[in-house]
């Protein structure tokens, strides 16, 4: 069965930094492109980046282009959200996605995603 297990959130300060990890649980990530996502209470989920298969495809909402960075290292069968300059509207519940699609055109959809983690929280506050 294909399972994502994200983990990295927690509690930090305006300005900190915090690095997201999606692994791969009894499958292997190669196969898939990965999407983060992002839903904050009372709001839409949020399509925030995405990676091919390859890592050579990447993408970002404009909301955090320049702040947020995706990687993926794929002997370790995970892929990484690196947060920086965190601002309190960071704050929201972080979720990982797969798609053997990979990361098409229409990767800021989450309806395009069909495997998703549990998601962890990210919340922001001095």
């Known amino acids: 069965q294909v399972q994502l297990v994200e983990s990295g959130g ?4 305006p300005g900190g930094s915090l690095r997201l990890s999606c692994a791969g649980s009894r499958f292997t990530l190669d196969y898939y492109g990965i999407g983060w996502f992002r839903q904050a209470p009372g709001k839409e989920r949020e399509g925030i980046s995405c990676i091919s298969s390859s890592g050579r495809i990447t993408h970002y909402a404009d909301s955090v282009k320049g702040r947020f960075t995706i990687s993926r290292d794929n002997a370790k069968n995970t892929v990484y959200l690196q947060i920086n300059s965190l601002k309190p509207e960071d704050t929201a519940v972080y979720y990982c996605a797969a798609d053997a699609r990979m990361c098409s055109s229409r990767w800021s959809f989450s309806s395009s995603w069909e ?3 549990q998601g962890t ?3 922001v506050s001095s």
Do not use: I, K, N
Request: no cysteine; glycine share 20%.
């Open 10 to 13: 927690g509690l930090v300060q």
């Open 115 to 117: 495997f998703w983690g």
């Open 121 to 123: 929280q990210v919340t």
